[in-house]
């Protein structure tokens, strides 16, 4: 089973939720809700630095489990995928995933106080292409019909 559909850009451009999801939307961290505040802020700090988050689109209820590079020969993240340097308070996210069959990047801004913040995703053309690619030699090498 393929893990990206044949035309990624074209659904990207006409699917109702891949549509809402463009839009800056207000996001929230939605882990750890047996956990006292302190406590939840303290694991999205620790969850962003070592790799990953769950996150939520407040308008529409999609929920995403983002998993960030880590910096090679480190457990933590690259300071390119989680930023909290920029702005004091908040940290910068940004994560390549496949949404739907869609190859997408994620951009978000979450307030370390608050966890919540706002969020988009974008067409990852250059991920979109890797992921065709291994989508027509998987095709081929199981001699199935390739895409056009």
């Known amino acids: 089973m393929p893990r990206v559909v044949e035309n990624q850009r074209a659904k990207f451009e006409t699917d109702p939720v891949l549509r809402q999801l463009q839009e800056d939307c207000e996001i ?29 689109f407040v ?32 940290v910068y996210i940004k994560c390549p995933l496949i949404f739907n069959g869609v190859c997408v990047t994620f951009y978000g801004l979450i307030d370390l106080q608050t966890l919540s913040g706002v969020g988009h995703v974008e067409f990852d053309e250059v991920l979109a292409q890797v992921e065709h690619d291994i989508m027509v030699e998987t095709l081929r090498m199981k001699n199935l019909p390739l895409p056009q």
């Not at 995403?64 to 930023?83: C, I, M, Q, W």
């Open 28 to 56: 929230r961290y939605i882990d750890h809700f047996e956990s006292n505040w302190e406590e939840r802020q303290l694991r999205f700090r620790t969850e962003c630095h070592e790799g990953c988050c769950k996150l939520g």
């Open 59 to 90: 308008s529409n209820g999609v929920h995403l489990n983002l998993s960030f590079p880590k910096v090679a020969g480190s457990r933590y993240t690259s300071s390119e995928f989680v930023d909290f340097s920029r702005e004091m308070g908040k």
